[in-house]
């Protein structure tokens, strides 16, 4: 089958517009990766485009066995020239990701060991950390102030993000589906912003920081059942290492 210049060229473009989309969604440690993985395709579509103009051009200059060896030898060392490329910047990639990923091991292991209460999930996503609290351990009944007993966790959690301070926290608040919809809104923003407040008031730079509240939209079990509204009633704190 025929290769043709403006054809690698054409796919290069759509591929490139597909990866801009899909950026928008990843975290920072994720988009570097998935950026190393685009120049490399790139870069290779490129080597190989400009292989087929170089075999054009030599072809009105050579007799046709030999425009046949050049053309075998350019395209040789010029795909060997491009695997390599593609092999060291996803090698690069994969190195950094692995990086990001032990960071977060070690420093969810240490969360983890300062934790007193064993209701607290704490779960290494690659790219994040997402501590969920469940809201029965953090708040009474329709109230936003955190308990006394629970505030020596969120102090804990503010001391391991010093230590880890390569990072941004956002605190978000959820409820189940029990009474307004506008309501729930409101309570799971004013408790976001009550971890939140605590992790300031602990040292953590504001900068790093922000509450969201999402009421009743994201429930992660059926709001059918005591248990299942229980489960969706939490504070959930995504820490995401910088790029």
């Known amino acids: ?31 570097f990766v998935m950026n190393c993985q685009r120049f490399s395709i790139s870069f290779f579509l490129e080597v190989l485009a400009h292989s087929r103009k170089t075999s054009l051009s030599d ?6 066995q030999s425009l046949a060896r050049s ?19 996803a090698a690069a ?5 692995g990086a990001i990923g032990y960071s977060l091991d070690q420093q ?19 790219d994040y950390l997402l501590v969920t609290m469940p809201e029965g351990i953090l708040f009474a009944t329709d109230s936003a102030a955190v308990r006394a007993d629970l505030q020596a966790d969120i102090r804990a959690l503010a001391r391991n993000l010093q230590e880890y301070r390569d990072s941004t926290v956002e605190v978000v608040g959820h409820t189940d ?6 309501y729930n809104q409101d309570l799971s923003a004013r408790r976001a912003s009550a971890v ?26 059926t709001n059918l059942t005591p248990e299942g ?5 939490r504070v959930e704190i995504f820490i995401r290492p910088n790029a």
């Not at 969810?108 to 690659?126: E, K, P, T, V, Y």
Request: aromatic share 6%; glycine share 6%.
């Open 93 to 97: 990639g994969a190195a950094v990701g």
């Open 59 to 64: 072809a009105s200059n050579c007799r046709t």
């Open 229 to 233: 509204r229980a489960q969706n009633r």
């Open 108 to 126: 969810a292991a240490d969360l983890r060991a300062s934790m007193a209460n064993n209701r607290i999930q704490i779960d290494n996503r690659g």
């Open 177 to 182: 589906n029990t009474g307004s919809a506008e």
């Open 71 to 89: 053309r075998r030898r350019c395209c040789s060392s010029t795909i060997r020239a491009a695997t390599f490329a593609v092999t060291v910047v």
């Open 196 to 221: 939140a407040g605590i992790l300031l008031e602990q040292g953590v730079a504001p900068s790093r920081v922000r509450s969201i509240g999402r009421g009743e939209d994201q429930p992660v079990a």
């Open 1 to 31: 089958m025929a290769f043709h210049a403006q054809n690698v060229r054409a796919f290069s473009d759509w591929s490139t517009n597909l990866f801009m989309v899909w950026e928008n969604s990843l975290s920072p440690p994720a988009r």
